[in-house]
Structure formats: C-alpha cells, structure tokens
T-cell receptor, first 119, second 114 residues
Framework: ETGVTQTPRHLVMGMTNKKSLKCEQH?????MYWYKQSAKKPLELMFV???????ENNSVPSRFSPECPNSSHLFLHLHTLQPEDSALYLC??????????????????FGAGSRLTVL | KNQVEQSPQSLIILEGKNCTLQ??????????LRWYKQDTGRGPVSLTI?????NTKSNRRYTATLDADTKQSSLHITASQLSDSASYIC?????????????FGGGTRLMVKP
C-alpha cells in the first residue's frame, strides 16, 4: 500500500450511467491529482488540486467532473462517457505541487488506479 | 513543445542479464528527472530522482544517469530479476508552475523471463 487508496479498482459502465471514482490519502499531502493512463500513451494530467483548490484543468471534457471536499479526498464524477474514455484512472498526491520550485521533495505518490471500461 | 521520448517501447530479457532503458527529453527549463516503476495493476512508484547537477545515481540494482547537455537519461538494471518485469516511466519536471509541470514519457515495458 502506498498510502493512496482508490475505489473501485474496476468499473464497467454504460454510456448513459453516472458513476464516481474515489481517492483517499492520509499522508498529510496538500496536492492531489487525477491522471488518465491509456494503452501505449503517456500519462495525461487531468486535474490538480492544491489545498482543496483546483489549480489545473487540462482541457478535460465536461463529462468528467472533479470534486475535492478536503485535502484527504478527491472524487472524479463520470457521466455520459464515451468508449474512448476507457482507461486506467490514477490518483496521486504530493506534499506540495509536483514540478514546482521544491519539486525534489514533491514526489508523486500514486494509487493503484481504477480500471474503467465504458460499453 | 515539451516532450519525453523513451526507448525501447518494450524489451524482453533473460533473468540475470543487464539492460539499459533510454529517455530523451526536450523539456526546458529543467528542474529534475524521475524514473518510476509501474508493476501490472499498480500505480507508478518512484525509483530515483536526478537533478541538474547529478550525473549518476544508484539505488540497489538500478543506476540512473543524466546528461543535461544532450538532454538524455538512462536507467541501467543489473542482474535482472523476475520482479523487475514492469513498465518504467521517465518523468521530467519544469521549475515553474506553468501549465503541465510534469512531462511523462510513454514508458518502456520490460519483461524478464526465467
């Protein structure tokens, strides 16, 4: 266990369904992230939250809606998805914003991912 | 455009053999470079971090190198074990919070066979 827990681990949904992915960390980190990992493609940053405030929305379609109620929890709400949205969705956290001025210490800690299949 | 290219895309080696994975990047300015290991069904885990002033760093059987002039890094695995089978991802970070702070490579999928 890395300290970042994602649920569910696997999700199959139809294009008209509404579902949510959950991420939880108790590492005392201030930043949380959603990444999309598709086969044979680099990880794609979707959203970044720092101290519960969204600081990055990387041109993600509105059918993906993030929510960060507190610094320990992050959700990704899904609705009317497309088959091409099928992928592994990874949550990560870091002490501060990864890649920032103190980035040497701000390593990303990833969860195990939620494997999403859209039928 | 910031890019990170990794080669080879996939690699099969026999247990006990050595291998070297490559990472070329165009990210500028540069802060640091990390290698992550991602086991099947798991999230990536950091192996090592290289800063601008570091040329070589070792972590058990893993040795990472960095040439900031040519913008190249390598990850050398010595005496491979079956548990080394995984994807290895190179990630380069920029020192400023400007858009995508981290640029990920596509990874090298390594399979170690007995």
């Amino acid at each position: 266990e890395t300290g970042v827990t994602q649920t569910p681990r696997h999700l199959v949904m139809g294009m008209t369904n509404k579902k949510s992915l959950k991420c939880e960390q108790h590492l005392g980190h201030n930043a949380m992230y959603w990444y999309k990992q598709s086969a044979k493609k680099p990880l794609e940053l979707m959203f970044v939250y720092s101290l519960e405030e969204r600081v990055e929305n990387n041109s993600v379609p509105s059918r993906f809606s993030p929510e960060c109620p507190n610094s320990s929890h992050l959700f990704l709400h899904l609705h009317t998805l497309q088959p091409e949205d099928s992928a592994l969705y990874l949550c990560a956290s870091s002490g501060g914003l990864a890649g920032g001025p103190s980035s040497g210490a701000n390593v990303l800690t990833f969860g195990a991912g939620s494997r999403l299949t859209v039928l | 455009k910031n890019q990170v290219e990794q080669s080879p895309q996939s690699l099969i080696i026999l247990e006990g053999k050595n291998c070297t994975l490559q990472c070329n990047y165009t990210v500028s300015p540069f802060s640091n470079l990390r290698w992550y290991k991602q086991d099947t069904g798991r999230g990536p885990v950091s192996l090592t971090i290289m800063t601008f002033s570091e040329n070589t760093k070792s972590n058990r059987r893993y040795t990472a190198t960095l040439d900031a002039d040519t913008k190249q890094s390598s990850l050398h695995i010595t005496a491979s074990q079956l548990s080394d089978s995984a994807s290895y991802i190179c990630v380069v970070s920029a020192p400023q919070n400007a858009g995508n702070m981290l640029t990920f490579g596509g990874g090298t999928r390594l399979m170690v066979k007995p």
